[in-house]
């Protein structure tokens, strides 16, 4: 059984930062590609980024380009979400996602790709 743990949710002012954690456990799990969603109150879940994991290659929605940074650390099957200049647009439950295989890009974006989810984890921003 695969499970993914999110972690370094909060609360944060407009502009500040914040880093998320997911950390994937579970035998034989090696990702094929990792990915951060998120839903906003009232609204659908919706695509972040992904990183694939055997080549490093991350992908990002136009909303977060320039402002977030997907990363992975292989050894410890964890993948990172660093956000800055955050917005209160970005106010969600941001969830990690993990899915096996050899992705192509066009697959990464869309939750139904996606086997393994975490619980979420809340990122607030306001003033």
């Known amino acids: 059984q695969v499970q993914l743990e999110e972690s370094g949710g909060g609360f944060v002012q407009p502009g500040g930062s914040l880093r998320l954690s997911c950390a994937a456990s579970?035998?034989?799990?090696?990702?094929?590609?990792m990915a951060w969603f998120r839903q906003a109150p009232g609204k659908e879940r919706e695509y972040v980024a992904a990183?694939?994991?055997?080549?490093?290659?991350?992908f990002y929605a136009n909303s977060v380009k320039g402002r977030f940074t997907i990363s992975r650390d292989r050894p410890k099957n964890t993948v990172y979400l660093f956000m800055r200049s955050l917005e209160p647009e970005d106010t969600a439950v941001y969830y990690c996602?993990?899915?096996?295989?050899?992705?192509?890009?066009?697959?990464?974006?869309?939750?139904?790709?996606?086997?393994?989810w975490g619980q979420g984890t809340q990122v607030t921003v306001s003033s």
């Open positions: 579970g035998r034989a799990f090696t990702p094929g590609a």
């Open positions: 990183i694939r994991w055997n080549d490093n290659n991350a």
């Open positions: 996602a993990g899915l096996r295989g050899r992705p192509i890009m066009s697959t990464l974006t869309s939750q139904q790709n996606y086997e393994y």
